[in-house]
């Protein structure tokens, strides 16, 4: 599986619903998502990528699309 | 050591449903339920200040006390730039020449001037803790806000020798690189980054408590009661959630007065106070998060 596509996987999970086709569609402005979700979606892809989020990064607009989180994971295993 | 002697609080009278701000801010009544677990909060034609003085009066009241050498006043809301709250109150207790501070951080100020009142109850020996809020000026038309601010006060009194709790353990945190997620400027509805807040107080609120737990040497099921700052009651079982623990021990009366920002803890405090209170060597949790942010958590010890 691509970073993206395991990425697609965990915001499933936590969403239970249809993802925007896309990647770039912001998660919350579509109702995919809202804003007691999101700490859930962060403990999980930190689980799902054996990660730590630091404080630092506690940014919504970093785990705002599936584009946007992929982008974040992807840069943090770097 | 110090120990928490009385609570005390007021709510002011008139009361505004999710069916009167549903019609206001162009929203649906259960939508406002779903989202913060509020059915109904309080706005005052009072004064920051004259609540303030009615939540201390009734915490007085309750201690049977009468003399108190510091007063710590927590308001994010008032109505001036300077002079904050703090003064007018202990004035109008007939508390002239008492030292008066002012805490304007907003929600965690409560937890803060407790924690300070505790350092402080040594030196100065009966602290009055007072947090007053007049939110609903603040909340604006945007219906994210909107819906969640209500007035009120709460206040309590510590003591450096005696009382129902003693004050076991605390800690505090600030970091201020969120300082624009939350904020009220003056002549400005409140501006708040809901994400932000919530991502950012999940996981600090349960990491303080459990800090303070940690050093205590408490599991979290061995609290008795939580009584946090009462923000929205999502957060409040996202909390519980993290920490493993009941939501029922979280203390909540969100749903009837929404969210009264740094009142709301005391307020809740001095309704659990009188509904079942503390228990001989039972642990008992504060905790608060808020704009700043600053947050923390304090563990109280049932006398």
């Not at chain 2, 259960?30 to 201390?56: H, K």
């Not at chain 2, 303080?208 to 609290?223: C, K, N, Q, S």
């Not at chain 2, 203390?251 to 929404?258: A, C, K, L, T, V």
């Not at chain 2, 905790?287 to 942010?293: H, I, L, P, T, V």
């Amino acid at each position: 599986m691509t970073t993206q596509e395991r990425v697609q996987a965990v915001v499933s999970k936590i969403a239970q619903k249809p993802l925007p086709a896309d990647p770039e569609e912001s998660l919350f402005e579509s109702g995919v998502l809202d804003s007691f979700a999101l700490p859930d979606m962060v403990t999980e892809l930190e689980k799902e990528f054996a990660m730590k989020v630091p404080d630092s990064d506690l940014n919504p607009r970093k785990f705002d699309s599936l584009a946007r989180i992929t982008h974040y994971v992807e840069s943090s295993a770097a | 050591m110090a120990f928490l002697r009385a609570f005390g609080s007021y709510l002011p009278a008139r009361i505004v449903t999710n069916a009167e701000l549903a019609e206001r801010l162009g929203c649906d009544t259960s939508w406002i339920l779903n989202v913060s677990g509020i059915s109904e909060r309080r706005y005052a034609s009072e004064s920051v200040a004259e609540m303030g003085v009615l939540a201390a009066q009734d915490c007085l009241s309750r201690a049977g006390a009468s003399s108190v050498g510091l007063v710590i006043v927590s308001s994010g809301s008032s109505e001036r730039r300077f002079p904050g709250p703090a003064a007018e109150i202990a004035s109008k207790l007939g508390l002239a020449g008492v030292p008066a501070l002012d805490v304007p951080m907003a929600s965690a100020g409560s937890l803060f001037a407790l924690a300070l009142g505790a350092e402080l109850a040594a030196s100065h020996g009966q602290v009055l803790i007072v947090a007053t809020e007049k939110m609903s000026a603040a909340a604006g038309i945007d219906k994210n806000t909107g819906i969640l601010f209500g007035d009120g006060a709460g206040a309590c009194l510590v003591d450096a020798k005696r009382g129902i709790a003693k004050l076991a353990r605390w800690t505090l945190h600030s970091d201020g690189a969120n300082t624009d997620a939350l904020r009220l400027e003056f002549g400005e509805p409140l501006h708040m980054d809901g994400g932000a807040v919530i991502l950012h107080a999940s996981r600090k609120v349960p990491s303080a408590i459990r800090e303070v737990l940690d050093h205590a040497g408490y599991p979290a099921a061995a609290v008795g009661a939580f009584l946090m700052h009462q923000a929205n009651q999502n957060l409040i079982v996202r909390i519980a959630r993290a920490l493993e623990v009941a939501p029922e021990k979280f203390f909540s009366n969100i749903g009837r007065y929404g969210n009264t920002s740094s009142a709301s803890m005391l307020i809740a405090a001095a309704e659990w106070n009188a509904q079942s209170g503390f228990k001989s060597g039972e642990p008992v949790m504060f905790a608060a998060f808020g704009a700043g942010f600053h947050w923390g958590a304090l563990l109280a010890i049932g006398s």
